[in-house]
């Protein structure tokens, strides 16, 4: 996430960037429809972001999803014409907040269905971040649109099975990725047609084992990028068993039968999985 945000950056921000981030406000401003009755880019966005950077800090604030990811994962919504969606961490809600914004558009309504199911599932371990996110969907006007389970996403995914969703978004905890997509293949939760979108799969601290065999060996050594050290936002001795265990991840996926992936080099690498016909 940067200082202001992708759609509205500051003249000074657009001199300093790069060729590469130019590039990125550019695409965020030209995915940006104004006339739309259900804007590209829910109200309270902005203000979340804000809030989320003053009271987490940066290293925890660039977790949330940025705009122009949510413009990508609003169009994809569309795109399928998603009724259900099952997120994996929820954060401060900003993701959840654009799934719902993108579900309006299709035409769902919200509140629970005969099921008692509301349109969005989004899975978080903290209490914490959970109140947060109930009180900004609230605050965005969407709080009959997303139901926050709160606990280990691992069980409470599993819990889940027998339901059906459109898209099945990973953004928590790294090493339990495997676990999430078997849960999703394995009891048939994903609907025909319908996707697994993995967030942050090209860490700066994953991409430098690109010529390292899966599973990673505890003595593997990764290439030196000539970008110098790799990312450490992580911390606490995180970064290896983060970054090894997302190579495990993108090479499982990679080699599944059951599946197609397409991996897209934004933001922290994005994955896009579509179950393969039987």
């Given at each position: ?82 009724k259900r969606i ?46 947060i996110a109930r ?7 969407v709080e009959d ?134």
């Amino acid at each position: 996430m940067i200082s202001s945000t992708e759609t509205a950056a500051t003249l000074a921000e657009l001199k300093a960037a790069s060729a590469e981030q130019l590039r990125l406000f550019y695409a965020a401003k030209a995915s940006v429809n104004p006339n739309l009755s259900i804007p590209s880019i829910p109200p309270t966005i902005p203000k979340i972001y804000a809030d989320t950077l003053a009271e987490q800090g940066q290293r925890l604030a660039v977790m949330s999803v940025s705009e122009y990811q949510g413009l990508l994962q609003n169009f994809f919504v569309g795109l399928l014409r998603a009724k259900r969606i099952v997120e994996v961490g929820t954060f401060t809600g900003a993701s959840a907040i654009f799934f719902a914004n993108a579900l309006k558009r299709n035409g769902v309504a919200g509140g629970p269905d005969a099921d008692g199911n509301k349109p969005v599932i989004s899975l978080e371990l903290s209490d914490k971040y959970a109140n947060i996110a109930r009180q900004n969907f609230a605050n965005a006007g969407v709080e009959d649109y997303i139901e926050v389970i709160v606990g280990d996403a691992r069980e409470n995914l599993a819990s889940l099975a027998g339901q059906t969703f459109d898209i099945a978004f990973l953004d928590a905890d790294k090493p339990s990725y495997p676990v999430y997509y078997d849960t999703v293949i394995g009891e048939n939760m994903l609907a025909k047609g319908g996707l697994i979108i993995a967030d942050n799969t090209a860490f700066d601290c994953v991409t430098p084992y690109i010529s390292i065999p899966a599973p990673v060996a505890d003595d593997a050594v990764p290439i030196e990028p000539s970008f110098g050290p790799v990312d450490q936002q992580m911390g606490l001795g995180q970064t290896e068993i983060i970054a090894k265990a997302l190579h495990n991840f993108n090479e499982y996926v990679r080699k599944d039968p059951r599946t197609e992936v397409v991996m897209l080099p934004l933001f922290t690498g994005i994955s896009l999985i579509r179950l393969l016909d039987a």
